[in-house]
């Protein structure tokens, strides 16, 4: 067996601002400790929440690796103390509060999977931030069932193309929004039912006129701001809203009455802090109901672009750019 080195390249932030200050550094290669797996990174994702971090608005929880990245795929090459449902040699995508942006990192073997059958280990990279994040927000916390009306906001994101597929594929209308003819056209093939243009188009009017004045029953937002209100006005009686970020902020006014008068549910939740467990039971409900719609190619893992690790500052100016359409990856 090939010994393992003890230094790997990873990308720290240099200091909190623009994607320039992601440099690559050389550090110790982690030991992974009781119940956890070491994995040679193949591929990472990158997502909304590192950008927050090299902004230095999103630290790491307490005990997390301060490298940003919260997804990768890769090989195992080490198990630590009592790990058993990986072997070594095995190809595994993982869900992680931070440290994807290195060659190697470690994760509690209960948050890794294995890479579905049919897809490369660039596709698999870019599963867990938004599979997961979907899965425990639209159909745990959201309760999406069959037949109902669902929105989601920022259709060509990573989350919006993953939300758009899954809520299609188990039975839900979809709406989405997004910015432009180009991504309103992308969200319509990824199978959503009504694409709204959010720059030349009023959702709330679209959503209303597209359900016969009922609304959404279940939405999903990341943009907060004027949005909050907004979604309160579209979403239908007993109607659910689900927050899940504020690219607009998070502090506006708002008429709560409407909470009242339409018996709605407004939620919301974060996956980074979450523990071992809670994230467990997530990559289990995945690996039944969603990796074989993966491997049957009924849900695509929807590749925007790639970059090698050393370029992560481009990759996070393409992200910044939103001109992307699903996921960015980082490549080693």
């Known amino acids: 067996m090939t010994a393992l080195p003890t230094e790997m390249t990873a990308i720290a932030i240099s200091a909190p601002g623009g994607p320039d200050v992601l440099v690559p550094i050389t550090r110790t290669v982690p030991t992974p400790a009781a119940g956890e797996i070491l994995v040679r990174i193949i591929a990472a994702g990158v997502n909304r929440p590192d950008m927050l971090q090299r902004q230095g608005g999103y630290p790491p929880p307490k005990g997390a690796s301060d490298i940003p990245g919260l ?3 890769g090989e195992v090459v080490a198990l630590g103390e009592g790990a058993t449902l990986h072997t070594i040699g095995d190809l595994v995508t993982a869900l992680v509060p931070g440290g994807g942006y290195a060659t190697y990192a470690t ?3 209960s948050n890794a999977l294995p890479v579905p059958m049919g897809l490369s280990v660039i596709e698999a990279a870019l599963i867990p931030e ?3 994040t979907v899965w425990s927000n639209v159909f745990d916390r959201g309760g999406l069932k069959a037949g109902e009306t669902f929105l989601v906001h920022g259709g060509t994101s990573g989350i919006g193309t993953t939300a758009i597929q ?3 594929a188990f039975g839900a209308r979809v709406i989405a929004t997004a910015g432009g003819k180009a991504k309103c056209d992308a969200c319509l093939a990824l199978g959503a039912d009504l694409a ?3 720059k030349s188009e009023d959702f709330v009017e679209a959503v209303k006129e597209f359900t016969g004045g009922q609304g959404a029953n279940l939405i999903l937002d990341m943009v907060g701001g004027d949005y909050i209100e907004r979604n309160h006005i579209a979403a239908s009686l007993d109607g659910r809203i689900v927050q899940i970020a504020f690219l607009n902020g998070s502090k506006v006014s708002v008429d709560f009455s409407r909470i009242m008068l339409k018996r709605l549910t407004h939620t919301g939740s974060t996956l980074r802090i979450r523990d071992v467990a809670f994230k467990a039971r997530i990559a289990n409900a995945l690996k039944e109901k969603v990796w074989p719609l993966l491997e049957r190619g009924t849900i695509k893992v929807i590749v925007d ?3 090698p ?3 992560a500052a481009k990759a996070h100016a393409r992200m ?3 001109t992307h359409i699903g996921k960015i990856a980082l490549t080693i």
């Open 309 to 311: 690790l050393v370029d």
């Open 107 to 109: 994760v509690h073997e």
């Open 305 to 307: 672009s790639t970059f």
């Open 130 to 132: 938004t599979f997961f």
């Open 71 to 73: 997804e990768f795929a």
């Open 320 to 322: 910044e750019s939103s």
């Open 196 to 198: 709204i243009d959010y």
């Open 166 to 168: 899954l809520a299609k």
